[in-house]
């Protein structure tokens, strides 16, 4: 059995100091662990804990995500089309519950998650219980990590001793009211470029945009190609999630997170989380044509639902509909003068401006260029 305090102390010793995941009882100890010693984010799904630790190495800080095996599968579009594309990586930790007695819905995952791992092209170990043992495989996998490869832990139960849980509640947020402004109708909305090329020009030195997969990013990639841009291909609905992480590590920018209907209705449950940890520095725009329009224009269920109403339950500090670019364009001035955690909706229509071509800059180009970009910043607000 380890010792969860010197386990911990091994991890934060390594600069593991920002995690995120969806609790399991196997690593109870390692999250109260985390929530206690570290920045914490209490993803409500596996794939979004990904996406939190993702944009948390963007901002300079080693990641670890954690989660059972029941979730592993939630977890695996960031993890192949996010992490491993970009050359992201992430340090894993997934319990491994199987066999008798155990929960019956933990049977089938149980016994496939090395295999699941394996197929993806995971390096993985069983977590040792012996201390000298798990900190030479510690060492190992950070080597990895420096590499800019991922490796995940399989847990067995049992492996860590208790810990205390140290920290204190989630904080309770006010729940503002959404603020309106009347829309035209959806056949007169603007065109989705449109919006893009209104918030690039209106963009300061230290705001930088994370663009959601599909047309969004082709678009922006069109209108404003530039290192402040991160270009989001696969991982569909993890966009805000990856900002939030972005944005938490690194306070002193300003971090858009560039949404679409589609994507934000794959994991609507981002609002609740993005609301409860977001810093000020966290925009999030969500351009709303009602489709999938990079794969055939097919109809979300967008019309039916109230984003703001939502975004405003959730718990950010702003959440508003904007009429036209223009009013868009505003907000988000005042956004960059005045930061606070803010949701801005804007009705666009489908169409583009022409025929659109795909960014000609590879992901993992397209991660080293916003790094350095990044770097050129420096630290200061």
Known sequence: MLAMQAFGAALRARGYTFCSGVPCSYLQSLIDYAISECIY?????????VA??????????????LMQNSGLTNALS?????????????????????????????EIMGRATPALLEAIGMPWAFLAEDPEEAERQLVDADRRIEDGASFFFVVRKGTFDTYGLQAAPLPRRTHVAPQRSAAPPPAMAPLRHEALRALADHRQP???????TGYTSREMYAVDDGGWQFYMVGSLGCVSALGLGLALARPDLRVVALDGDGALLMRL???????????????????????HESTGAQATVGDNVDFTALAAA??????????SVDELAARFDEWQRQPRPTFLHLRTRPGTAGPLVRPAIAPSDVKTRLLRHLAALGGDA
């Open 269 to 291: 449950g981002a609002l609740a989380t993005n609301g409860t940890y977001a810093p000020p520095g966290f925009l999030h725009v969500l351009l709303n044509n009602a489709c």
């Open 206 to 212: 230290r705001t930088v945009f994370i663009n959601t």
């Open 41 to 49: 984010v209490g993803a409500v799904n596996e794939g979004d804990a």
């Open 78 to 106: 960031p993890l192949t089309s996010l992490n491993q594309l970009f050359g992201i990586p992430v340090l894993g930790f997934v319990s491994l519950r199987v066999g008798t007695p155990e929960e019956p819905q933990h």
């Open 314 to 323: 959730s718990g950010y500090a702003i959440a508003r509909d904007v009429a």
């Open 52 to 65: 939190h630790c993702a944009g948390a190495w963007l901002g300079g800080q080693k990641a670890v995500v």
